[in-house]
């Protein structure tokens, strides 16, 4: 056996070595505990989801009853919540801009739907804010045919869609994290 090969035969131990040592530091982030502690699932349960505050019948009410919809589920599954130990306040605008114009008819073909959400995390035990943040969801979307009102509004609305999942995915993320960490 030459020197160069019992190097790396040493490197590759070495290697082997630590990650042995290091195997037993991962731990799932939804793992159940076996000290006793609430898992992530129960403390994310845990977390009351109040209607958003929009003008009734207004278009961002649709949304915030999407977003909400989208959260609870990410939140809860298909179990109810649990006895609230945090509140999640949620406040929200929309943008809507046109990417691209037929010069013919000055209707556009291509749109950006955007959304950004301020999230409040409050304790209700010392009604205290514990966690703030915010986030942003930028989609665009298609207009098939200048002319069909139809096509144009369902993509519309396919892109809030869209925007309000990928909203209650992030405050989610977030959420998580907040409870794992602390922080």
């Known amino acids: 056996m030459s020197l160069a090969s019992i190097r790396i035969a040493a490197r590759l131990l070495a290697v082997a070595a630590l990650a042995a040592l290091t ?57 109810t919540g649990m006895p609230p130990t945090h509140r999640l306040v949620i406040r ?25 959400a301020q999230y409040n995390l409050i304790e209700l035990a010392s009604n205290k804010s514990v966690m703030t943040g915010t986030t942003f969801s930028r989609v665009s979307y298609d207009i098939p045919g200048q002319l069909q009102r139809f096509a144009r509004s369902r993509a519309f ?15 989610q993320t977030r959420l998580a994290s907040f409870f794992v960490a602390g922080t």
């Open 23 to 79: 195997a037993g530091c991962f731990q799932p982030m939804y793992a159940e505990h076996s000290d006793g502690t609430p898992a992530l699932r129960e403390k994310l349960m845990g977390i009351e989801l109040p209607p958003i505050e929009k003008p009734n019948a207004s278009r961002d009410a649709r949304l915030g009853v999407e977003i909400r919809n989208a959260l609870a589920f990410k939140l809860y599954g298909n179990a």
């Open 92 to 116: 929200f605008t929309t943008t809507r801009s046109s990417l691209m114009v037929d010069p013919a008819t000055a209707l556009p073909s291509s749109e950006n739907y955007g959304i950004d």
């Open 157 to 171: 609305r396919d892109a809030e869609d869209r925007a309000a999942q990928e909203i209650a995915e992030n405050i």
